[in-house]
């Protein structure tokens, strides 16, 4: 499976975007699916969980303000991001886990897509 993020760019502080990623391979393999966002010199933090069987979590940070859904037809992960603030600046990472035996376990990212946000 092979992940692939897009959508990412620079914006205004309180205007939206929003993300995708793209799942490629052995995509009926894909568990839950995540965005995670990593700092400059920081671990990379949860921002949104979407389950298998379509429940949703998101960071304290995010609540009200991004949205995670899926396609499961097209393959495609969305974050949809609104009210975006310059603390919101970082690379956004797709992410998922093995759904099926022969692949549980197995933890898929993306590459990053890169979000900044101007205050």
């Known amino acids: 499976v092979q992940l692939l993020e897009s959508g990412g760019g620079l914006v205004q502080a309180g205007e939206s975007l929003s993300l995708s990623c793209k799942a490629s391979?052995?995509?009926?393999?894909?568990?839950?699916m995540y965005w995670y966002r990593q700092f400059p010199e920081k671990e990379r933090e949860l921002v949104a969980t979407l389950s298998i069987g379509g429940s949703t979590d998101y960071a304290d940070a995010v609540k009200g303000r991004f949205t995670i859904s899926r396609d499961n037809v097209k393959d495609l992960l969305y974050l949809q991001m609104s009210n975006l603030k310059p603390e919101d600046t970082a690379v956004y990472f797709c992410?998922?886990?093995?759904?099926?035996?022969?692949?549980?376990?197995?933890?898929?990212w993306g590459q990053g897509t890169q979000v900044t946000v101007s205050s």
């Open positions: 992410n998922a886990d093995g759904g099926c035996a022969k692949n549980y376990g197995v933890d898929y």
């Open positions: 391979g052995d995509t009926i393999c894909l568990g839950n």
